[in-house]
Every structure is written in C-alpha cells, then in structure tokens.
C-alpha cells in the first residue's frame, strides 16, 4: 500500500469502515475474457472497505496526484480513460464488482445484501470546473468521491482527536497544531 492510500484507509478507518488493503479479486479464466484480460493477473482494488452499520462495501481506487495537474474530468469521462479503468469500463467494473461481492459472501466476509459502490479517493482535482462535473457524475453513478476538500476537512478533523500510532496521524496533529 503506498503512503496516499495509507492515508485514505486511516480516514474510512476514523470513519467506521473495516479496511483490507490491495484488496485482489479472484477473476475466473471466462471473466478475464470477457473483459479483454485473458491472461491477466489478479484484479487488485486498493482499498476494500466495509461500514457494518450501513452494510456498504466501497471498492476504492486510490489517486494521488499531489504534484501533477491533478484528477481530469472533460467531456463526461476521466481523463486518460486507461488510468480509471473501472470507471471508463463498464464491463469491466461490472464483472469485477460482481465477482468481488461474490467472493467476499462466498467467504462470509459481508451477507449477500450488502451494496457494491465504487469509490475514487484523490488528493488533487485539476479544475474548478472538472470538480463540480465530476461530482455530478458520480452523484448519477452512484459512486463515491473523496476528493481532495474531503481528505483535506478530514485531517484538519484530527487535530482535536485523540492520539492514534499512524503515521497519517501523526504528521496530521504535527501540521495543524497551532503554536503556543
């Protein structure tokens, strides 16, 4: 797990999800087909995470883009489409959602009512204007952005919270502590 999405698991932690990191989804030969990856390795999500109370399970793909134009949003589509594959390919989110559920009843790690919603977390959106867009978009996909303004309100959050051994914290309280 890289340090962006360590960030991001600490965050849904703080927000009551059970997380699993590089979350692989076991694809079968048929389904690696159909989605045009025959010979593909296992699907990875970055973070997979549960709430219980609410039974949602988000299969969150992690970018950062903290020293880069940031998340691009033009013409209705994420920009490039290959770096957001599971948002731009129907197919492909759809069987990899589907076997990811699959799989976790399968195990008895959630029942078989819980609700599937992807999630895209990002340190950075490139513009004004491919935010509120973007918002829209996910809004009518019903998936899940934590953007940068949301990771930025939730670090802030910790400043007043009690101490917690991660380093995401810990250079959180460190930055935001006001001098005395």
């Given at each position: 797990?890289?340090?962006?999405?360590?960030?991001?698991?600490?965050?849904?932690?703080?927000?009551?999800?059970?997380?699993?990191?590089?979350?692989?989804v076991e694809l079968t030969k048929e389904e690696k087909r159909a989605i045009d990856r025959g010979t593909s390795p296992r699907w990875e999500i970055d973070i997979l995470?549960?709430?219980?109370?609410?039974?949602?399970?988000?299969a969150v793909e992690c970018k950062s883009f903290l020293d880069s134009r940031g998340?691009?949003?033009?013409?209705?589509?994420?920009?490039p489409p290959s770096t957001y594959k599971l948002f731009s390919e129907p197919r492909l989110r759809d069987i990899v959602?589907?076997?990811l559920k699959q799989q976790l009843v399968e195990s008895e790690s959630c029942p078989p009512q819980s609700?599937?919603?992807l999630a895209l977390a990002t340190g950075k959106i490139a513009k004004v204007t491919d935010r509120d867009a973007l918002q829209a978009w996910f809004d009518?996909?019903?998936?899940?952005?934590?953007?940068d303004r949301w990771v930025q309100d939730k670090l802030r959050g910790l400043q007043?919270?009690?101490?917690e051994n991660d380093i995401s914290f810990v250079a959180a309280?460190?930055?935001l502590r006001s001098p005395k």
């Open positions: 797990m890289d340090v962006f999405e360590s960030v991001i698991a600490m965050l849904l932690r703080r927000e009551g999800y059970w997380i699993s990191p590089s979350f692989k995470a549960y709430k219980g109370a609410t039974n949602e399970l988000l998340v691009i949003f033009q013409d209705g589509s994420l920009q959602l589907a076997r609700n599937v919603r009518f996909n019903d998936w899940v952005l934590f953007d007043d919270s009690r101490y309280k460190l930055a």
